[in-house]
């Protein structure tokens, strides 16, 4: 603006503003981008993404979020997309890689139709309705499924870890997390923080075990204690099992060997004095979450009881959730009744290092799954796997709803949303269909990783829905079947809030106009001893003046 021949500004000069067009252009490509990147990791066959952070480290995954996650991206629409996937792992678990997929090709579609003539906010209206219509057609075509039907837990779990961990573990890792997850479902919920799992690298992964129990890092102190104790009552104690010391500065003056003797007497007999008191109690196992004197594990192990030290707080809980034990402050007030139960206490040690199991605990609040694998690498890659597996069977058990996987009910809600478009008219219809042509996109690009003729097999999709709803993309064949025949099934909440995330994300996106970018001012280059830091409060520095 120009008055009188002075610019007048009324936003900053330091800022980049870009505006309009150029603005919803470069919005749209940065979340194409974030789209592409992951867009070959969908469906069984997708390829895997190897991650290096800063250390050296490496991450080998086709797991969407968590590539997303370790990405550093900086651009803000990429971000928001990125928030897409981290929104949808939290609420549902999986079908993060397709929310992104969606996300992307629906503004891709978007940019389309703007460059047609078609204003951002009738897309935006279009895409709103289309949403809403999708989230209704997805819940008509759900199936019935409870913790009831453990064969229909499993297949959910075993479809959303294909392609993420070996084909041919893939049954036992479905089994272990829908036995994790029922054991720990309590009035319509399943809390998975009460899932614990464990690393154990070096082993098998074919010996990956579920738990009805604790697996804590911790063996006894003792090496001589028992392996293993049947029916063990387990104490939990809070508080430090050793000579407390004085709260201020104390001297003892001892002058002959008879009174040391008597204060090293005296010193253990109150350490001994707090074992009797587990002994009394009935524990044959005891947990303590700070220090524990040696000379107490000793004669505990005398007598045929477990004991071990610093146990880790979240530990302590989880073995409180899974034995039902009580943890105590003052071992004075030990008794039978604040003690845990468990079927089995089990060391697997060597020399110092090794693991406790807590088996067979009758109610547990708490499980474990230890994970084994040969390398850490493949114990962590199966951990993701699992996380997911647990988060599906979740949102089943909880919802009690699936439906049709491998594309299969994307492509029945395109085919519906084309009609429905048809019955709204005005220019909203053209976004419609382009909402529908979106969903399409995910059983593409199913097809196109696997090695097939995209084309092909989504017409050959369509046909067959004509007679089939739930017919997906078989992947080792490239024919068109029924998918709950074949037991490929996903969560309805996956589905549902993969529609609500995406659809929310590119209406976001199309309605800004404008950006403004602060540009980062680097600060001035000072000498270390002009620094602020360097000086002493505020006063100058003294200075040594000699006439």
Same mark, same amino acid.
């Given at each position: 603006?120009?008055?009188?021949?002075?610019?007048?500004?009324?936003?900053?000069?330091?800022?980049?503003?870009?505006?309009? =067009?150029?603005?919803? /252009?470069?919005?749209?490509?940065?979340?194409?981008?974030?789209?592409?990147? $992951?867009?070959?990791?969908?469906?069984?066959?997708?390829?895997?993404?190897?991650?290096?952070?800063?250390?050296?480290?490496?991450?080998?995954?086709?797991?969407?979020? !968590?590539?997303?996650?370790?990405?550093?991206?900086?651009?803000?629409?990429?971000?928001?997309?990125?928030?897409?996937?981290?929104?949808?792992?939290?609420?549902?678990?999986?079908?993060?890689?397709?929310?992104? +997929?969606?996300?992307?090709?629906?503004?891709?579609?978007?940019?389309?139709?703007?460059?047609?003539? $078609?204003?951002?906010?009738?897309?935006?209206?279009?895409?709103?309705?289309?949403?809403?219509?999708?989230?209704?057609?997805?819940?008509?075509?759900?199936?019935?499924?409870?913790?009831?039907?453990?064969?229909?837990?499993?297949?959910?779990?075993?479809? /959303?870890?294909?392609? &993420?961990?070996?084909?041919?573990?893939?049954? @036992?890792?479905?089994?272990?997390?829908? *036995?994790?997850? @029922?054991?720990?479902?309590?009035?319509?919920?399943?809390?998975?923080?009460?899932?614990? %799992?464990?690393?154990?690298?070096?082993?098998?992964?074919?010996?990956?075990?579920?738990?009805?129990?604790? +697996?804590?890092?911790?063996?006894?102190?003792?090496? *001589?204690?028992?392996?293993?104790?049947?029916?063990?009552?387990?104490? %939990?104690?809070?508080?430090?099992?050793?000579?407390?010391?004085?709260?201020?500065?104390?001297?003892?003056?001892?002058?002959? $060997?008879?009174?040391?003797?008597?204060?090293?007497?005296?010193?253990?007999?109150?350490?001994?004095?707090?074992?009797?008191?587990?002994?009394?109690?009935?524990?044959?196992?005891?947990?303590?979450?700070?220090?524990?004197?040696?000379?107490?594990?000793?004669? %505990?192990? *005398?007598?045929?009881?477990?004991?071990?030290?610093?146990? #880790?707080?979240?530990?302590?809980?989880?073995?409180?959730?899974?034995?039902?034990?009580?943890?105590?402050?003052?071992? #004075?007030?030990?008794?039978?009744?604040?003690?845990?139960?468990?079927?089995?206490?089990?060391?697997?040690?060597?020399?110092?290092?090794?693991? !406790?199991?807590?088996?067979?605990?009758?109610?547990? &609040?708490?499980?474990?799954?230890?994970?084994?694998?040969?390398?850490?690498?493949?114990?962590?890659?199966?951990?993701?796997?699992?996380?997911?597996?647990? =988060?599906?069977? #979740?949102?089943? +058990?909880?919802?009690?709803?699936?439906?049709?996987?491998?594309?299969?009910?994307?492509?029945?809600?395109?085919?519906?949303?084309?009609?429905?478009?048809? *019955?709204?008219?005005?220019?909203?219809? !053209?976004?419609?269909?382009?909402?529908?042509?979106? @969903?399409?996109?995910?059983?593409?690009?199913?097809?196109?990783?696997?090695?097939?003729?995209?084309?092909?097999?989504? %017409?050959?999709?369509?046909?067959?829905?004509?007679?089939?709803?739930?017919?997906?993309?078989?992947?080792?064949?490239?024919?068109?079947?029924?998918?709950?025949?074949?037991?490929?099934?996903?969560?309805? =909440?996956?589905?549902?809030?993969?529609?609500?995330?995406?659809?929310?994300?590119?209406?976001?996106?199309?309605?800004?106009?404008?950006?403004?970018?602060?540009?980062?001012?680097?600060?001035?280059?000072?000498?270390?001893?002009?620094?602020?830091?360097?000086?002493?409060?505020?006063?100058?520095?003294?200075?040594?003046?000699?006439?």
């Amino acid at each position: 603006m120009d008055k009188g021949g002075q610019p007048v500004f009324i936003i900053d000069p330091n800022k980049e503003q870009t505006k309009g =067009r150029d603005a919803l /252009s470069m919005n749209i490509a940065a979340a194409k981008a974030v789209a592409t990147i $992951v867009k070959s990791t969908l469906g069984p066959r997708g390829m895997d993404k190897m991650l290096v952070n800063p250390l050296g480290d490496i991450t080998i995954t086709n797991d969407g979020a !968590t590539i997303l996650h370790d990405m550093d991206i900086e651009h803000p629409t990429a971000k928001m997309i990125v928030e897409v996937a981290q929104s949808l792992e939290s609420s549902a678990g999986d079908g993060t890689t397709s929310a992104v +997929v969606f996300t992307g090709a629906l503004l891709e579609k978007a940019e389309n139709l703007i460059e047609k003539g $078609v204003h951002p906010a009738v897309v935006v209206k279009g895409y709103r309705l289309a949403a809403e219509k999708a989230v209704e057609m997805f819940e008509n075509l759900a199936v019935s499924a409870g913790e009831e039907d453990r064969n229909l837990l499993v297949k959910t779990a075993s479809t /959303s870890i294909t392609g &993420k961990a070996s084909e041919k573990y893939n049954l @036992l890792i479905a089994e272990l997390c829908v *036995s994790a997850v @029922l054991a720990i479902h309590e009035g319509g919920k399943a809390d998975l923080k009460h899932v614990i %799992l464990t690393k154990d690298v070096g082993g098998r992964v074919e010996d990956t075990e579920f738990v009805e129990g604790v +697996v804590i890092d911790k063996v006894a102190l003792d090496k *001589s204690s028992p392996l293993k104790i049947v029916n063990p009552n387990i104490a %939990l104690i809070d508080t430090p099992m050793e000579t407390g010391k004085t709260a201020n500065k104390a001297k003892l003056q001892i002058s002959t $060997v008879s009174e040391i003797e008597n204060f090293v007497k005296q010193e253990d007999a109150s350490l001994f004095k707090m074992a009797d008191y587990i002994i009394r109690a009935g524990a044959n196992a005891v947990f303590c979450s700070k220090g524990m004197d040696d000379k107490i594990a000793a004669y %505990l192990q *005398s007598r045929g009881i477990y004991a071990t030290r610093r146990v #880790k707080n979240d530990d302590m809980q989880h073995l409180a959730d899974a034995t039902g034990g009580r943890p105590v402050r003052n071992i #004075k007030e030990l008794t039978d009744k604040e003690l845990g139960h468990a079927g089995l206490l089990e060391q697997d040690r060597d020399e110092d290092q090794g693991k !406790t199991y807590l088996r067979d605990c009758r109610g547990a &609040k708490s499980v474990s799954i230890v994970l084994r694998g040969g390398t850490e690498h493949v114990v962590d890659n199966l951990e993701r796997a699992i996380d997911d597996a647990l =988060r599906v069977v #979740k949102c089943v +058990v909880e919802d009690g709803k699936v439906v049709a996987g491998g594309g299969a009910s994307e492509m029945e809600v395109a085919l519906s949303i084309r009609s429905y478009a048809s *019955s709204i008219g005005g220019r909203e219809q !053209t976004a419609i269909t382009a909402f529908a042509e979106a @969903l399409e996109e995910i059983p593409r690009t199913i097809a196109r990783n696997a090695g097939l003729d995209a084309i092909d097999s989504v %017409l050959n999709l369509r046909a067959k829905h004509a007679e089939n709803k739930n017919a997906g993309l078989n992947i080792q064949t490239g024919a068109a079947e029924d998918m709950l025949e074949k037991g490929v099934v996903d969560p309805l =909440r996956v589905k549902v809030n993969a529609i609500k995330a995406g659809s929310e994300a590119a209406t976001m996106v199309l309605r800004v106009d404008s950006m403004l970018r602060a540009q980062r001012a680097d600060m001035q280059d000072v000498k270390p001893e002009h620094m602020a830091s360097t000086y002493d409060g505020m006063s100058a520095p003294a200075l040594n003046m000699h006439r």
